[in-house]
C-alpha cells in the first residue's frame, strides 16, 4: 500500500541552524501539507501545498520556514534559522485531490525536531 | 471559523470496560469531513475514520464504533471491551471543503487501559 515517507525520523541542530525536512508523499497525489505537534500537545497545522504555489498557511508559518516541490517526488520544509520552540514533531501529508471531495490525508510517520 | 474540542484530557478504564471518547466541533461549512486519529506511543498518527457531513449514519468496526449527530455536532468514539494496546492519544479532527482542505485537530484524549 503507498505511504508517505519523512526522512530523517530524528533530526538534532543547534539553535541558528537551518534544518531541512524531506518528504516523499504519495505519488498520485496533489495537495501537501505539514503540521507540527510539540511533545504533549496537539497537531497543529502549518502549511498546505497545491499546484506548486502555497494554498493556505497558518499564523506559525512565518518567514522563518519556506516549502518547495523541487522535482516530482519530494516536499520539504526549511527552518531558515532554529529557534528551541521548533522542537516538535513534525508531520507531513498527502491528499489526493480536493474540490468537492476532501479525501482523507495520509499522515506520514513523521520527523523529531530537537534544537538544543 | 473552524473548532474541534475534546473536552477528556485522559481517561483511564480497566482492560474489558467500554470507553467512549467524546468530541464536539463547529463549522460554518455545510460540508465538512471528521476524522478520528490514534497516535501510540511510537508517534505516528493512525487513522481511524473519515466521516463526511452528509452521512450521519453511524459505523461499527469491530471493536471500535463512532456516533455522528450533527444536532449536537458532535462525533464520539467508543471502544467495546477495551484491551492495553488501545493505549494511546486519540485525536479528533475537522476538515472544511474549502481552501487547502486542512486539518484541525482536538487537543487529544489519552486512554490508559490497565490490565
Known sequence: EPEVTQTPSHQVTQMGQEVILRCVPISNHLYFYWYRQILGQKVEFLVSFYNNEISEKSEIFDDQFSVERPDGSNFTLKIRSTKLEDSAMYFCASKFQGLGDADTQYFGPGTRLTVL | ?115
Open chain 2, 1 to 115: 471559523a473552524q473548532k474541534v474540542t475534546q473536552a477528556q484530557t485522559e481517561i483511564s478504564v480497566v482492560e474489558k470496560e467500554d470507553v467512549t471518547l467524546d468530541c464536539v466541533y463547529e463549522t460554518r461549512d455545510t460540508t465538512y469531513y471528521l476524522f478520528w486519529y490514534k497516535q501510540p506511543p511510537s508517534g505516528e498518527l493512525v487513522f481511524l475514520i473519515r466521516r463526511n457531513s452528509f452521512d450521519e449514519q453511524n459505523e461499527i468496526s469491530g471493536r471500535y464504533s463512532w456516533n455522528f449527530q450533527k444536532s449536537t455536532s458532535s462525533f464520539n468514539f467508543t471502544i467495546t471491551a477495551s484491551q492495553v494496546v488501545d493505549s494511546a492519544v486519540y485525536f479528533c479532527a475537522l476538515s472544511e471543503d474549502t481552501g487547502g482542505f486542512k486539518t484541525i485537530f482536538g487537543a487529544g484524549t489519552r486512554l490508559f487501559v490497565k490490565a
